[in-house]
């Protein structure tokens, strides 16, 4: 494996409900470095949001970050981040020359859509509040229905923000998921799906999660979650390249790895590469990553 693409929040962030197994990170940090694997960050957070959790939870610094759902790209140049101008080229079309703002105008019509914070609002991504009861099938059909009238090929990514008591709605350019955009980064890095993994947790994650690209889906996924990867997998003839974390990993010295969080990364990456669990089980090698990788302070292990 030469690349590890991952969802932050609720997937590497353990900012959910559920524990993180002390050992998760400083094993998984430890597991990347010993086989040279390249890191991408693939979240709906914007750059500085992402950048901001980076410092919060002590994370590795990637190689590359993928923002905004998938729409933004960025290649980690010294100490900067360089946007990938090509790929905004590339899913440009899907939208028919059109923008965010474009799009706002649209979608104006719709009363159960609440505008998300300009903040989050993209070039190439509206995003829209939606009571977290809203029957969301019938409205996905009747927002179809008019973009396809007016041409635009556009993805409709719904996910749940458990935090705020929300559902969430990404437009996007049809091809400018985080599916598409790790496609893109496999091309950048010059790997195939046999040496890429991607691991999440939820809505926006769940076509990645059920693609021909190596994935696990990490335990503290809600059932929904791991239900919709499970049938849409099925349907694509991809079950053995989509594992679900079980929390069955076990490291030397008796610690056990949950599944939750960074462990079900830990534990994908030994589902794919079973000669990797030899590290795991080498007492030395994990008390080098505990060493090598201890938080440094209270607020890496905090919530968010
Ligand atoms: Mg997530």
């Not at 496999?186 to 993994?197: A, I, P, R, S, W």
């Amino acid at each position: 494996m030469k690349l590890l693409c991952t969802d932050l929040d609720r997937t590497l962030l353990p900012n959910g409900d559920e524990s993180e197994s002390p050992a998760a990170r400083p094993v998984l940090w430890h597991l990347l470095q010993s086989h040279a694997v390249a890191l991408a960050y693939v979240s709906g957070r914007d750059l500085a949001r992402i950048l901001k959790s980076v410092q919060q939870y002590e994370l590795q610094k990637p190689d590359v970050i993928v923002a905004d759902v998938g729409t933004s790209v960025y290649v980690r140049d010294g100490e900067g981040w360089l946007l990938q101008e090509a790929w905004q080229l590339q899913i440009a079309d899907d939208w028919n020359g059109l923008d965010s703002e474009d799009m706002r105008e649209l979608l104006a019509s719709f009363n159960e859509l609440e505008d998300q914070e300009a903040d989050r609002q993209t070039r190439f991504k509206r995003s829209y509040y939606l009571p977290r009861e809203l029957d969301t099938e019938n409205l996905k059909l009747r927002l179809e229905e008019l973009l396809a009238g007016q041409g635009i090929k556009a993805s409709l990514v719904f996910s749940d923000d458990p935090q705020k008591n929300v559902q969430l709605l990404d437009v996007l350019p049809l091809h400018a998921t985080k599916v598409d955009a790790i496609r893109h980064v496999q091309k950048l890095l010059e790997v195939d799906n046999e040496q890429t993994l991607f691991s999440g947790d939820s809505g926006n994650d769940v076509t990645a999660l059920a693609s021909e690209i190596p994935s696990v889906t990490v335990r503290n996924a809600d059932l929904p979650t791991r239900e919709a990867v499970r049938r849409l997998a099925a349907l694509n003839a991809t079950e053995a390249s989509s594992y679900q974390a079980e929390g069955a990993l076990s490291l030397a010295g008796g610690r056990a790895l949950n599944g939750n969080y960074a462990a079900g990364i830990v534990e994908g990456l030994v589902h794919f590469n079973s000669a990797w669990s030899e590290l795991l089980d080498s007492e030395a090698w994990v008390a080098k990553a505990l060493e090598l990788y201890a938080l440094q302070g209270e607020a890496g292990s905090l919530q968010a």
